[in-house]
């Protein structure tokens, strides 16, 4: 990774939040932690980073609004949010269910669900890669994390 490569920071458009469970603030918190401290992603075709990434749903769909560190606009792109939609629906559904599961169940339990969870979260962190291929080169962790902030922005309260 290189300094010209990255998201030197990222702002969630959180208007539409109205509530969060102590759970997901904290999936919320540890995703953008470790997208600062770790990540790789660079405009195709420049310019180069550092970037800062301001991420929002509008009108039904992502917007990424990429910025230099000076908050100079470099390139804003939009995705359609119906691919996401069936996963980050069934990634959330999940997610309730191993937080509940923590609470009661056994570990053998607690793993299985928490294998469908990470499967889940690998296949929307893919969509997303996918989706973005000509717009913006990351890699798996970076995908990952960004998937993470994309389920965080679905959640309406």
């Known amino acids: 990774m290189t300094d010209t490569s990255r998201i030197q920071n990222i702002f969630l458009d959180e208007r539409t939040v109205v ?4 759970q997901v603030e904290h999936e919320r918190k540890v995703a953008l932690f470790d997208l600062i401290e770790d990540n790789s992603f660079g405009l195709i075709g420049g310019p180069d980073g550092p970037y800062v990434l301001h991420l929002s749903i509008e009108e039904n769909r992502l917007a990424f609004d990429v910025r230099d560190v000076h908050d100079k606009p470099l390139k804003r792109f939009i995705l359609a949010l119906s691919p996401f939609r069936s996963i980050v629906r069934e990634y959330l559904m999940v997610c309730d269910s191993y937080y509940t599961a923590i609470k009661s169940s056994s570990p053998s339990q607690i793993e299985a669900i928490d294998m469908g969870r990470r499967g889940l979260h690998n296949d929307g962190s893919d969509i997303l890669k996918e989706r973005l291929k000509s717009k913006v080169e ?5 995908a990952r994390r960004l998937f993470t902030l994309v389920c965080v922005l679905h959640i309406k309260g």
């Open 19 to 22: 509530n969060r469970t102590p």
């Open 138 to 142: 990351l890699d798996k962790s970076t």
